[in-house]
């Protein structure tokens, strides 16, 4: 969930690590979506390979019987947090472009969504590309889930650069700034290069459309 931006947009400490006590799901009635929610807020807070079954069963308050039922595999836990990262990523995308018309706003509205990201307590970097440092040696199908991720994203800011009627080359130098902006804003501890992405991202669509 995307909580309230906050009003100070100067950079800020990097966020401490969760206590696991904290991760704790209880709002979710199906065990399914506590259990992918809780093993997200944990990946999010401690890493993936720090974190043990044991510790999402915990936080989940499902049982260790039921969640490989559900998910089989550690690998498939994963592959399920990502995929609902996935949908988190969609749906704030959506949010923030809904009510605009032209693709321009929509475009840039990707880093109004990045900003709002930023200035929330669980931030700390694009989910997707800590999951490929840290697994995507090992795991082929992580590395494979977080390129369709990647893919799919690219494709969607794509599109709406063909709707302006800019060059095709403009949706790949727009999707380096959003995906550098993740990086940059989790090292730094700062809202800022969401700003900074976004200036740079109406410079690159102005110089295109000329």
């Not at 069963?57 to 998910?71: C, H, N, P, T, W």
């Not at 472009?97 to 109004?112: H, M, N, Q």
């Not at 599109?159 to 790949?172: D, R, S, T």
Request: aromatic share 6%.
């Amino acid at each position: 969930m995307i909580a309230t931006l906050e009003n100070d947009r100067s950079p800020r400490n990097p966020k401490p690590g969760i206590a696991e006590e904290e991760c704790v799901v209880t709002d979710a009635v199906d065990p399914r979506e506590r259990v992918v929610r809780a093993a997200d807020q944990l990946f999010n807070a401690h890493g993936v390979h720090a974190v043990g079954m044991d510790k999402v069963r915990d936080a989940a308050g499902v049982s260790l019987k039921k969640i490989y039922a559900m998910f089989p595999s550690k690998e498939a836990l994963i592959l399920a947090v990502l995929d609902d990262r996935t949908r988190q990523w969609n749906a704030g995308i959506a949010a923030c472009a809904d009510g605009l018309s032209s693709p321009r706003d929509k475009l840039l509205a990707v880093f109004d969504f990045l900003l709002e990201w930023f200035g929330t307590d669980e931030f700390r970097g694009c989910a997707f590309i800590n999951a490929y440092g840290e697994l995507g040696a090992e795991m082929p199908s992580v590395a494979s889930a977080v390129r369709a991720q990647k893919a799919d994203f690219q494709q969607y800011v794509a599109g709406l650069v063909a709707e302006l009627g800019a060059p095709g080359g403009l949706g790949a130098q727009l999707s380096i700034l959003a995906e550098g902006a993740q990086t940059t804003a989790a090292i730094a501890g700062s809202v800022r290069p969401a700003d900074d992405a976004r200036a740079a991202a109406e410079v690159l669509i102005d110089q295109a459309l000329r």
